[in-house]
């Protein structure tokens, strides 16, 4: 068990065997020359960043991502010794600090290098990734002129270490591959322009790693299919291997009542009892990251489904029962049942949103138990 408890019974679980196994099986099919960098941005998914980190570099990765110096220095605080590489923009003024923690930092304008460069020490190198654009639009270098400006002044400034470069794909997980391919080869045109190729060349999310190995290289980053869910609901069925779900969310029924027919129920007296009905309270709400447009939703209970009836409040919510459940019943908002499920896509699909969203607003508050072979490792509860 782990430091902490929780005192009220809504959990976030986290399984990370079912990480593990993600994460050997995209191993395999990247193959032993291929480097992995788990993707561990907005606090792992909202599966925690401390915990998915180590179990990932335990299970095969090598290189961990985030998207701002925050988190990398979160999870240097946590003890997290591994290379960590920051997705999004820096202030120079913080190139410093990133080389004393030795966080790598993502490039991608020469008046960036030379204002960081004014504050680096040289004995203290900054490792650096430099970004292209290459149909993302987001972050990136898009022209030579400006790519062979900035690996000159790296070349020149002792204290910038040049160790990779990479882009990202705008439609990875979309069928029509056109796009992919049209960023693809811009990229191989870009890289041709450099005197010297860094050490690492890195190019694919999930989806791009899973379907197409020439966008490989020599490193892949792993966000999404690591957490055990598809890049996108339309390639699902195309994947090489199965993935794990790594998250289930679960609370338990806090009260159970009988009410009569015409009987209304939560703010607004909203929803109406169309005959005597079984009613559960659920001790989790919008705060938590059940938003109030889940309305409907169905949760489990005992392996069967029941909908969340009336608005859903900050704290709680209430489902229609199909029939009386002891107070402490298990309710399953995400993951299994018995024969059972609700999947991260189905949340997804309701919200009308992608899966990637769903893990990321389960809220703070809700404790993360982690479970390894079986068994509750550790309790995180930020609260205590
Ligand atoms: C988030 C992110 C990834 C991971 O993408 P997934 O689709 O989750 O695998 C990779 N690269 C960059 C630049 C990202 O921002």
């Known amino acids: 068990m782990g430091q902490t408890n929780f005192y009220r019974d809504t959990w976030a679980e986290i399984n990370l065997d079912a990480l593990s196994y993600n994460i050997e099986k995209m191993r395999q099919h990247i193959g032993n020359d291929v480097k992995l960098i788990a993707v561990v941005k907005a606090n792992a998914y909202g599966h925690g960043d401390e915990d998915i980190a180590a179990a990932a570099l335990a299970s095969g990765a090598s290189y961990l991502a985030v998207a701002f110096l925050d988190e990398a220095l979160a999870l240097r605080k946590k003890g997290i010794n591994a290379p960590i590489l920051v997705l999004g923009a820096c202030r120079p003024i913080d190139a410093r600090l990133a080389a004393e923690w030795e966080i790598t930092l993502t490039v991608f304008q020469p008046q960036w290098l030379e204002e960081a460069s004014l504050y680096l020490l040289p004995d203290k ?209 995400i993951g299994r049942q018995g024969g059972a499920s609700i999947s991260v896509n189905e949340i997804a699909k309701k919200l009308d949103t992608i899966n990637y969203e769903i893990t990321c607003m389960i809220a703070g508050r809700v404790p993360r138990v982690y479970k390894k072979d079986g068994q509750v490792t550790r309790i995180l509860n930020p609260l205590l």
């Open 125 to 333: 190198k900054l490792k650096i990734h430099l970004k292209l654009d290459t149909g993302m639009g987001r972050l990136g270098v898009r022209e030579k002129d400006i790519l062979k400006k900035l690996e000159l002044s790296i070349k020149q400034n002792a204290s910038i270490h040049l160790e990779g470069v990479y882009t990202h794909f705008a439609t990875a997980d979309e069928i029509d591959s056109t796009y992919l391919e049209y960023q693809l080869s811009h990229f191989h045109k870009m890289l041709s322009y450099f005197d010297e190729r860094p050490k690492f060349l890195h190019l694919s999310n999930s989806a791009a790693a899973l379907r197409f190995p020439s966008t490989h290289f020599n490193a892949i980053r792993l966000g999404i299919s690591m957490y055990g869910l598809s890049p996108s609901p339309e390639i699902e069925e195309d994947l090489p291997y199965r993935l794990k779900p790594v998250l289930s969310l679960h609370t338990k029924l806090v009260h159970v009542k009988k009410i009569k027919k015409g009987s209304k129920l939560s703010y607004g007296a909203t929803y109406e009892a169309e005959e005597d009905e079984w009613i559960g309270t659920l001790p989790i709400g919008y705060a938590d990251g059940w938003i109030r447009r889940l309305n409907g939703q169905e949760v489990l209970v005992n392996g069967l489904r029941a909908p969340i009836v009336g608005r859903i409040c900050m704290d709680q919510c209430l489902v229609k029962l199909p029939n009386e459940f002891p107070v402490g019943t298990v309710v399953t908002l």
